[in-house]
T-cell receptor
Framework: DAKTTQPNSMESNEEEPVHLPCNHS???????IHWYRQLPSQGPEYVIH???SNVNNRMASLAIAEDRKSSTLILHRATLRDAAVYYC????????????FGKGITLSVRP | DSGVTQTPKHLITATGQRVTLRCSPR?????VYWYQQSLDQGLQFLIQ???????AKGNILERFSAQQFPDLHSELNLSSLELGDSALYFC?????????????FGPGTRLTVL
C-alpha cells in the first residue's frame, strides 16, 4: 500500500480555518485519498474522500494537488469539537478496501 | 450514531479465556471490517468480510477468528487471551468493496485481559 506522511500535531484557534497537510508521493492512479478522524473515546469517523478533483462536503473540503502527490484537508471554521486525530489514508479501488491507519495528525483547538 | 452497533461495550476477562465480540453493520451494508486499537500499535486492520465471505486478512493472530453470518452480522472470536490482547476493537461496515466507499465505525468494544 502507498504510504502517507503527516505532521504529528497542529494547533488552531477556534473559528479560524485549519489546513491539515498530507504527502503521498507514491500514490498510484487507482488510489482514493480518504480522511478519517477520531474524536477522544470514539471510533473513527469518515470525513471526506477524493480521487483527482477537489471535493467539498458539510464537514470539510479536500484540496488535491494536480500531481496527486499531496492533499490538504480544510476545516473552514474550527470548533472545539474538531479536536481529534486526523488520518489521511490511501485506498485502492478494488476487492480489498481496508484502511491502513498511520499515526495521524493530532489537532488541538484553542478557545 | 453511525448505525453500526457493537456488543458488549466493555469486557473484562482473564488470561487464557475466550471471548466473542459482536457487530451489526448498517442496514444494507455487505462489507464488515474488524480493527484493533492498542496504545503501542495504534489502529490496525484485522480482517474483512463481504457478504459472508472472507476477503482480506491483516495482522490477525491465529488465536483470533471471525465470521459473517447470513444476516450479515459478524463475530470476532478471541481465544487463549493474553495481557497484550487488551485493546479497543472496532467494527466498521460499508455498502460494497469499492475504494470510494466510506466505512462507518461502531463505538467499539473495550477488552481488558487481567
Amino acid at each position: 500500500d502507498a504510504k502517507t506522511t503527516q505532521p504529528n500535531s497542529m494547533e488552531s484557534n477556534e473559528e479560524e480555518p485549519v489546513h491539515l497537510p498530507c504527502n503521498h508521493s507514491t500514490i498510484s492512479g487507482t488510489d482514493y485519498i480518504h480522511w478519517y478522524r477520531q474524536l477522544p473515546s470514539q471510533g473513527p469517523e469518515y470525513v471526506i474522500h477524493g480521487l483527482t478533483s477537489n471535493v467539498n462536503n458539510r464537514m470539510a473540503s479536500l484540496a488535491i494537488a494536480e500531481d496527486r502527490k499531496s492533499s490538504t484537508l480544510i476545516l473552514h471554521r474550527a470548533t472545539l469539537r474538531d479536536a481529534a486525530v486526523y488520518y489521511c489514508i490511501l485506498i485502492k479501488n478494488g476487492a480489498n478496501s481496508k484502511l491502513t491507519f498511520g499515526k495521524g495528525i493530532t489537532l488541538s483547538v484553542r478557545p | 450514531d453511525s448505525g453500526v452497533t457493537q456488543t458488549p461495550k466493555h469486557l473484562i476477562t482473564a488470561t487464557g479465556q475466550r471471548v466473542t465480540l459482536r457487530c451489526s453493520p448498517r442496514s444494507g451494508d455487505l462489507s464488515v471490517y474488524w480493527y484493533q486499537q492498542s496504545l503501542d500499535q495504534g489502529l490496525q486492520f484485522l480482517i474483512q468480510y463481504y457478504n459472508g465471505e472472507e476477503r482480506a486478512k491483516g495482522n490477525i493472530l491465529e488465536r483470533f477468528s471471525a465470521q459473517q453470518f447470513p444476516d450479515l452480522h459478524s463475530e470476532l472470536n478471541l481465544s487463549s487471551l493474553e495481557l497484550g490482547d487488551s485493546a479497543l476493537y472496532f467494527c466498521a461496515s460499508s455498502p460494497r468493496l469499492a475504494g470510494y466507499n466510506e466505512q462507518f465505525f461502531g463505538p467499539g468494544t473495550r477488552l481488558t485481559v487481567l
